[in-house]
């Protein structure tokens, strides 16, 4: 397993990264169902995140833990706020 971040998106508009925090890519599975997103039923990356939630590839972008972290001082450089949220606000905020 190596570490991983994962971020739902990066608006330019309003200068806003939704991370989702850092976690354990755990291998490829294909997701459930109800997974949604571009879910396809196709092996997904799986990572499992610190905070106890399963977030996959097709949910997500995301990338080594150290690159992720690097990619956020430069969106912060930028004007960026990173604004923290479960993957379960995500969605919502996304519906």
Not at 8 to 34: H, M, N, T
Not at 71 to 80: D, F, I, R, S, V
Request: hydrophobic fraction near 35%.
């Amino acid at each position: 397993m190596s570490r991983v971040g994962a971020f739902i998106s990066a608006r330019d508009d309003d200068k806003v990264i939704e991370f989702l925090g850092y976690g354990e890519y755990v291998g490829c599975e294909v997701p459930p169902e109800e997974v949604g997103g571009y879910n396809m039923g196709l092996p997904n990356p799986k990572i499992k995140l610190d905070n106890g939630e399963t977030v996959w590839g097709c949910q997500c972008w995301w990338g080594p833990e150290v690159s992720i972290q690097r990619k956020l001082k430069e969106y912060e450089a930028a004007g960026y706020t990173i604004r923290t949220m479960t993957l379960a606000e995500a969605i919502k905020e996304h519906e």
